[in-house]
């Protein structure tokens, strides 16, 4: 018993100083052992089904297969899947992304294991691959919040992670400042390939937030150039959409 207190003691006394914070409240988490408050947990949105057979974006009516915008184009990468409703945990990313709230992506890549985990296994990925941000945009966040996901999500899996594998070589504008064709056209060729050495048949991209796919599209289609031959992503959060039959 004695062993068990002083190998803690250093946690508790860090606990104290800098406790952890809610990712849903920000307030120091209650129980204080706790990733999550326990009330918190019951304001989270989970996706589920129906969900588009693409994408996995919440349907309304089981008879309906994809969402709009499944139905109406042609995406690059297999299918996907994400885990919460976007509204429900927007403030958070906010924070996990702008806010320096490194500690969030613990609960949340476990929540994501929890949850999704055995859909991302049954791809059989060789790796996990996070969304690259531009060298210059990490710099100044400190991080890559797709990366800190991915990290955790692959520690509970067991599947390796590759951080450097797809580096994002042109600093785009931020997605959600764009609307339909811009978006894509902000991506083109703004991802690259640089370990040509490692060959993988099959990867789940990692990302915070799936909208219309155009960034997955475009990591993708530059993997599969390079000879990757199935493409799935997992997403933190995902966007509501309007459905197709």
Request: aromatic share 8%; hydrophobic share 35%; net charge positive.
């Amino acid at each position: 018993m004695k062993k068990n207190v002083w190998s803690t003691l250093p946690q508790m006394l860090l606990d104290l100083a800098f406790p952890r914070r809610c990712p849903v409240c920000d307030r120091p988490v209650k129980p204080s052992n706790a990733y999550i408050c326990s009330e918190c947990r019951e304001k989270l949105v989970y996706i589920k089904e129906p969900r588009c057979r693409k994408c996995g974006k919440q349907l309304e009516k089981a008879e309906n297969e994809y969402c709009y915008d499944c139905g109406s184009k042609r995406h690059i990468y297999d299918r996907g899947a994400a885990l919460y409703s976007y509204g429900s945990i927007r403030l958070s990313l906010y924070r996990l992304k702008y806010g320096g709230r490194q500690e969030y992506a613990v609960f949340l890549g476990q929540d994501m294991a929890g949850r999704l985990g055995r859909e991302i296994l049954s791809w059989k990925p060789d790796a996990l691959v996070p969304v690259p941000l531009h060298p210059a945009r990490e710099k100044k966040r400190g991080y890559n919040q797709a990366a800190l996901l991915a990290a955790e999500l692959g520690k509970q899996l067991d599947i390796p992670v590759l951080t450097g594998f797809v580096e994002r070589t042109r600093n785009t504008r931020p997605q959600k400042e764009l609307e339909g064709a811009k978006r894509q056209n902000n991506l083109k060729k703004a991802f690259k390939i640089v370990q040509d050495d490692v060959k993988l048949k099959t990867i789940v991209i990692i990302d915070d937030i799936y909208t219309t796919g155009s960034t997955i599209d475009e990591m993708a289609r530059e993997c599969r150039s390079h000879g990757t031959e199935r493409v799935y992503f997992a997403a933190l959060s995902i966007g509501d959409g309007q459905e197709v039959r």
